[in-house]
C-alpha cells in the first residue's frame, strides 16, 4: 500500500492551530514547545517539552496535538518527552508575545518584569505576587488605570 | 548504585509537595495560597522526573506511582526537614527557605552530573527551585523584619528547624553529589538572608540524622504517608 506522507511544512502549521489549553489565544507552535517533528517511516515523532515539570495542561496539550494531526489523517503517531535542554521563554514566538499582550497578559522580559500595562500601556507596574493563576504566570497591576493583570513569567 | 540517590531527591519533592499542598484553601492571604499551591505542583511535577528516573534504573518493574504510594515510611528516603509539621505559616516558610537554599545548591551541582538523564531533570528543575528560593527569601525577610509578632514567630520556627539543616550536608556513596560543598554557599545566602530579616541564627549545629538513609524517621511521616496513601492502598485499580 502507498500512503502519502504531509510535508513538515503542512503538519507545522496545523500544529500551529492547535491552542494552549490554559491560553488559548497562542498556539502549542507559538510557546515554544514543539521542539521537533520528523516522520520516521510511516510514524509521525512530535517532541515535545514541558514547560513547568508539574503544568498539568502538559497532558491535555498532548491528547490536544493527537488529536489534531489525527482529524488530518495521520494514524501513527509518537510524542516524545524531552527535557533537556530546558523549556524557557526565549523560545515564545514574536506573534505569541503580541498576541500575549493583545490578551491582557504581559508577556516575558529578562528583566524580569512587565515593561508596561497591557491595557493601558502606561509603565507604572508593581508586582502583586510571584504566583498567579498558571505555573507561567505572576500576578502584576498597573498603578495608573488601577487594573491588575497577569504577567508571564520570563524563565 | 544511582537509585538510592535519585530516591532521595524524588522523597523529598514529594514529601514536601505533600506537606504545601495541605494549605491549599487555608494560607493567610488568596496570594499566598496560589503561591503554595503552585510551588507544591512544581515539587510534585519535579517527583515525577527523580521517581521515574528512580523506577526505570531500579527495572523492578515498579512505576512513579508504586514508588509514591507503596512505599512505607522506613522505605522513603526524604531529609527529615520536610517531613517536619506545617504548623503555622512561618514555620512552612522558614522550612521552604532552608530547603530551598540546599535544593537550588544541591541541583545546580547535578547539572554537571555525568549521567545525562540527571543532569537534564537538574537543568530542568533548576530553572523553578531559583524563582522558589527568590520566593522564600523575600517572604522570610519580610517576616523577619516585620512586626513583633511576624519577628518571634520567624524566629521561633529558625529555632525550630535548625537542628534539621545538618542532615542536608551529611554525605555517603548514595549521594549524587558531594553535599558536603553545599554548606559554604547555603551558609552564605543563609547568612546575609537572616541579617536582612533581622533573625539570630542559633548557636548549636546539633543535627537530628536518620531521614535520608531511612535508618530514623519522625513520627509525622508515616501520618503524612496514611493521609497521602489511602487511596491507592484501598482501591489499587482506581484510576483518575
Known sequence: MVTTRASLDDIWGWLSEVPDPEIPVISVVDLGIIRDVAWQGDTLQVTVTPTYSGCPATAVINMEIEAALRARGIDHIALKRQIAPPWTTDWLSDTGRAKLEAYGIAPPRAAGGPARCPHCKADTVERISQFGSTPCKAQWRCTTCLEPFDYFKCI | ?240
Open chain 2, 1 to 240: 548504585m544511582s537509585v538510592e540517590g535519585l530516591l532521595r531527591l524524588g522523597d523529598n519533592t514529594l514529601v514536601l509537595g505533600q506537606r504545601l499542598s495541605a494549605w491549599c484553601g487555608h494560607a493567610p492571604a488568596l496570594e499566598e495560597d496560589i503561591a503554595l499551591a503552585n510551588i507544591a505542583l512544581d515539587l510534585i511535577g519535579q517527583t515525577q522526573l527523580w521517581l521515574g528516573l528512580a523506577a526505570a534504573r531500579e527495572g523492578q518493574g515498579r512505576d512513579t506511582d508504586t514508588l509514591a504510594f507503596h512505599r512505607d515510611a522506613w522505605d522513603f528516603r526524604n531529609l527529615l526537614l520536610v517531613e517536619q509539621p506545617n504548623r503555622d505559616f512561618g514555620v512552612t516558610m522558614m522550612r521552604q527557605f532552608l530547603f530551598d537554599t540546599w535544593h537550588l545548591a544541591a541541583l545546580t551541582a547535578l547539572t554537571e552530573h555525568a549521567d545525562a538523564d540527571i543532569s537534564a531533570i537538574a537543568q530542568k528543575t533548576v530553572k523553578e527551585v531559583t524563582y522558589h528560593r527568590e520566593r522564600s527569601t523575600d517572604t522570610v525577610i519580610a517576616l523577619g523584619d516585620g512586626t513583633e509578632e511576624s519577628h518571634n514567630r520567624m524566629q521561633s520556627a529558625l529555632d525550630r528547624l535548625w537542628p534539621y539543616v545538618g542532615e542536608m550536608f551529611a554525605n555517603d556513596d548514595a549521594d549524587l553529589t558531594d553535599m558536603t560543598t553545599l554548606r559554604a554557599p547555603f551558609d552564605t545566602h543563609v547568612t546575609a538572608t537572616m541579617a536582612e530579616a533581622t533573625l539570630v541564627r542559633p548557636d548549636s549545629d546539633f543535627a537530628h540524622m536518620g531521614g535520608k538513609t531511612g535508618i530514623r524517621h519522625s513520627e509525622h511521616l508515616g501520618h503524612m504517608l496514611a493521609t497521602m496513601q489511602v487511596l491507592p492502598r484501598s482501591y489499587p485499580d482506581a484510576k483518575w
